[in-house]
C-alpha cells in the first residue's frame, strides 16, 4: 500500500471516528433536555399540562441546556489545550528555531492524549525538512571552506613566486623555474574554477544531453592519445584492449570529459614505471569502459566517498588535483544514464568501470 493510500485511509477513518463522536455528543445532549422536559411536567403538574406549566418547564429546560453548552464548551477547551494549542505551539517554536538557523530542532511527536493524524502528518514532514536542511547545510558548509582552502593554495603559490620574481640579479635558471611554477599554479586555478561551474551546471541541470551516435572505441583512442607526454615522461607503459565497432548513443562532448578524468587520475597514481590499461567491450546491451592503473590503491573507506565533492583519499597527491574531477565524472555519468563503480586494493592499483548502453546493429540499421 503507498503512501497516499495510507493517508487516504486515516483521513476516512478520522472523519467517521469524528461524526461517531458528534452524533453520540448530539444524541446525549437532545435526549437528556427532552427527558428533562418531560420529567418537569409529570413532577410539577401531574398529567395537567397548562401553558402556565409548559412554560415553567420549558424555562428550566433551557437553563439545563445553557448548563450543558457551558459543560460542553469547557470540555471543548481543554480538548483544544490539549490536541491542538500544544502541538501547535510545538510546531511554530520548532518553526522559529529553524528560520533563525537551528537547523537541529525537532518537533516532538504528539502524546496519546493530544495526538491527531493531521498534525502528526505535519511533524513528521517538519522534522524530515529540517534534516534534509540539516544535510545540505552541512554540505554547503563543507563546499565552501574546501574552496576556500583548494582557492588559498595556488593564490599562495602565485604570490609567493612572484614575490621572489622581483629579487633582483635573479639568474635565468630560476626565473624560469618560477614563471613555471606560477603557470602551473595558475593551470591548476584556472581547472578549479572550471570544474566548480561545471559542476554547478550539471547539478541546476543546466547541461542537458545532446545525443548522437558514434564510435566509443575511437574517442576512447583520442582521449587516451592527449595523455601521451604524460605517459612517456612517466614511462608508463600502456595496455589497450578496445573491441571494434561498439557504438553508443550520448552526449560526446560530456563523456570525453570522462575518459579524461580517470585518463588523468590514472596517470597521476601511478608511479614512474607502472602500468596503465584502457579495456572495452561489450557485455549484452552495454558498452564496459574500464581504466586501471598500478598506482597506490584505494582503501575499502576512500572507495566509499571517492565521488564526493573534494574528497581526496591520497594527500600526497593533492597538489595535483582539486577533487572535483570524479564528483564531475559521476555526475555526467548519472545524466547520459551510465554506471560507475570502482574497485581498488590498497598498494596494487585501481579499476574504475564505466557501462553505457550502446546501440547494437539492429537499432542502427532501423534508425538510419
Known sequence: MTRQNKVAKRKLLLAVQSYISFFLLMAFILTTCILLFAEVLRETMGLTYTTENIRKAAILTFLNVI?????????????????????VRRIVEAAEKIMSGDLSARIQTASRIESTESFDVVI???????????????????????VSHELK???????????????????????????????????????????????????????????????LGEQLCECLLSFESTWEKKEIEIDTNIEEEIFVE???????????????????FTEVGGTVSLTLKSDGGFAVVQVTDTGCGISPEVGRHIFEKFYQGDTSHSMQGNGLGLTLVKRVVDIVDGDISVSSEVGKGSTFTVKIRRKNNGEMQAGS
Open 153 to 215: 593554495t595556488p593564490l599562495a603559490i602565485i604570490q609567493n613566486y612572484g614575490t621572489m620574481l622581483q629579487a633582483p640579479n635573479l639568474p635565468e635558471e630560476k626565473r624560469l623555474e618560477y614563471a613555471k611554477s606560477i603557470t602551473e599554479a595558475s593551470r591548476r586555478l584556472a581547472d578549479l574554477i572550471s570544474n566548480i561551474l561545471k559542476l554547478n551546471k550539471l547539478e541546476n541541470q543546466q547541461i542537458y544531453p545532446e545525443r548522437k551516435i558514434y564510435d
Open 124 to 146: 513528521e514532514y517538519i522534522n524530515k525538512m529540517a534534516e534534509e536542511l540539516s544535510g545540505l547545510e552541512t554540505l554547503r558548509t563543507d563546499f565552501i571552506a574546501n
Open 67 to 87: 448548563l450543558l453548552s457551558v459543560l460542553c464548551t469547557v470540555i471543548d477547551a481543554i480538548r483544544r489545550r490539549f490536541m491542538v494549542e500544544r502541538p
Open 250 to 268: 550520448s552526449d560526446a562532448e560530456l563523456l570525453t570529459l570522462v575518459w579524461n578524468n580517470l585518463f588523468s587520475n590514472a596517470m597521476k
